[in-house]
Structures are given as structure tokens and as C-alpha cells.
């Protein structure tokens, strides 16, 4: 079945770029997203990205897809304490569910 | 347009109730999305219905769990006689067309006690 693993922590400096990094194993996946989780709260839609793509870019946030190595990143620039919060990659193949990662959790620091 | 509601946002349950969680999903969207949360974990996919219709239900526990999508109203999953191990956060997601951008409720927390 498809798998989607993430690192589980992730800790920077405000001001530093974070880079969250996601694997996963359907090759057949045509949309790869990222969600954004704060405590207590649902999820919210980062971005994604289309399976023929290699990278998008949306204003701090840039998603960089290597399909050969089924390979998912985040960066996000300038990172804000704002930014804390758990980081879920996920992937839909040919069905329309989403297989979601353990989820990274980005602590900021001053 | 309101985002996808669910109601309620947490719930309490004894051991052996039945648990009833609502999904209103975004307008104009026509598939709906059951996922469960356990603590400290992501996401697992339970269910995806389309009006009236169960398209996958490969996420679904065999026993206790339903789940439907009514011509008018909300989605429902529907767990029977809870457990402890049910405690979790339930999120709905709809989207307008199947395998598209799935936008996400706030979740029902259900803690069975």
C-alpha cells in the first residue's frame, strides 16, 4: 500500500529557512500537498503541487518535487515563531484519498 | 462560502453509547472524506462518499463504524457502543471533484470516557 514518511521534529532559528522533507511510495500519485496543523486546530492547506511539476512557489513557501526519488520538500524562508506547528505531507494517487505522513513538528526559537 | 463545518467540536461518550459526528461539507462540494487523528499520529483515511454513494470504505473499522452522505443534509459517521481506543479527533474533508484539493473541517474531538 502507499506510504508517506516525514521527520518528526524539526527546530530553527526565526529568521532561518526550514525545510521539511517527505518521501513517499505511489508512483502513481498525481497531487502531493502540504498541510499545516496548529495545536488543537484542523488542518490547513499550504499548498500542492501536480505530479508533473518540479517546484512551486508561493510567496515564503516553496515546494520542490523529485518524482524519480518519489522525494517532497517544503521550504519556507524567513520562518516566524507563527510558524510553529506540525507540517503534513501528503499524496493522492489514483483514488481520491489522501495518505498522509506522521507529520514534522517545526518549533521555532528566537 | 463557509468552510467545511463539523459539529460537534468535541464529545464525550461512556464506554458502550453511540457517538454521532457531523459533516456539512463546502458548497457546491458533492464528496466528502472521513479521516481519524489518534494522538501523536497523522492522519488515516476511514471513508469516501459521494452523495448517497460509499465509494471506499477500505479505512473503515468491520464492526461499530457507518457512515453516510444523505440527498439532503449533512454527512454522518455514526460509531456504536464506543471504546476507549475510539478516543481520537475525527476530520471531514470535501472537495468539488473527486481526486482534487480537499479542504478540511476543524475536526470532532471524541474523547470516550
Known amino acids: 500500500g502507499e506510504d508517506v514518511e516525514q521527520s518528526l521534529f524539526l527546530s530553527v532559528r526565526e529568521g532561518d529557512s526550514s525545510v521539511i522533507n517527505c518521501t513517499y511510495t505511489?508512483?502513481?500519485?498525481?497531487?502531493l500537498y502540504w498541510y499545516k496543523q496548529e495545536p488543537g486546530a484542523g488542518l490547513q492547506l499550504l499548498t500542492y503541487i501536480f505530479s508533473n511539476m518540479d517546484m512551486k512557489q508561493d510567496q515564503r513557501l516553496t515546494v520542490l518535487l523529485n518524482k524519480k526519488d518519489k522525494h517532497l520538500s517544503l521550504r519556507i524562508a524567513d520562518t516566524q515563531t507563527g510558524d510553529s506547528a506540525i507540517y503534513f505531507c501528503a499524496e493522492s494517487g489514483t483514488a481520491s484519498k489522501l495518505t498522509f505522513g506522521t507529520g514534522t513538528r517545526l518549533q521555532v526559537t528566537l | 462560502n463557509a468552510g467545511v463545518m463539523q459539529n460537534p467540536r468535541h464529545l464525550v461518550r461512556r464506554r458502550g453509547q453511540e457517538a454521532r459526528l457531523r459533516c456539512s461539507p463546502m458548497k457546491g462540494h458533492s464528496h466528502v472524506y472521513w479521516y481519524r487523528q489518534l494522538p501523536e499520529e497523522g492522519l488515516k483515511f476511514m471513508v469516501y462518499l459521494q452523495k448517497e454513494n460509499i465509494i471506499d470504505e477500505s479505512g473503515m473499522p468491520k464492526e461499530r463504524f457507518s457512515a453516510e452522505f444523505p440527498k439532503e443534509g449533512p454527512s454522518i459517521l455514526r460509531i456504536q457502543q464506543v471504546v476507549r481506543g475510539d478516543s481520537a479527533a475525527y476530520f471531514c474533508?470535501?472537495?468539488?471533484?473527486?481526486?482534487?484539493?480537499?479542504?478540511f473541517g476543524q475536526g470532532t474531538r471524541l474523547t470516550v470516557v
Open positions: 505511489d508512483s502513481s500519485s498525481t497531487y
Open positions: 474533508a470535501s472537495s468539488p471533484v473527486a481526486g482534487t484539493e480537499a479542504f
